[in-house]
């Protein structure tokens, strides 16, 4: 069903919360009450963006984040040509030369990356986007059936 001027898109407001997690236990109870879910949409509104600060960045930080990733993408690469490998010797020197040029070239990116934002940059973080409320819309043909079945969710608890 395409969206028009006089509904929004999603459908009709049948719940509104503060939450995701209850918008989500909302849709779940009318999920477990056999009611035709597809016809449901949870729609955040009031969005922000929330940067979560997880420590200091130095330079030794940096080269150490860079070498690690570094080496799964060498031991990655060395696992893969380890396979042509004739005997167990061969397969042990592809997986630790592999382990180890990844761990250098990682450690010199990471350390390449660090200089380049000269100091503009010296925290780690994770950005996440939030919503305000969570309204759960449905189709107009269902909503006062999901109305009631939520209605009788807000009664139990």
């Not at 420590?55 to 799964?72: N, S």
Request: proline share 2%; hydrophobic share 45%.
């Amino acid at each position: 069903m395409s969206a028009s001027v006089s509904m929004p898109l999603g459908g009709v407001q049948v719940g509104s919360y503060d939450s995701y997690e209850r918008a989500q236990a909302a849709v779940d109870y009318l999920s477990d009450q056999k009611f035709p879910v597809e016809n449901v949409t949870i729609i955040g509104t009031d969005l922000k963006q929330v940067e979560r600060v997880l420590g200091r960045l130095t330079t030794g930080r940096a080269i150490a984040a860079g070498a690690a990733g570094g080496a799964w993408w060498g031991l990655f690469v060395g696992l893969l040509l380890g396979i042509f490998a004739v005997d167990g010797a061969g397969w042990i020197g592809s997986v630790l030369s592999g382990l180890l040029i990844g761990l250098v070239f990682g450690a010199i990116f990471g350390w390449t990356g660090y200089a380049a934002t000269r100091g503009r940059r010296d925290f780690t973080s994770t950005s996440q986007i939030v919503a305000g409320h969570y309204d759960v819309m449905c189709n107009p043909a269902q909503a006062e059936q999901a109305r009631a079945l939520l209605a009788q969710l807000a009664l139990r608890g």
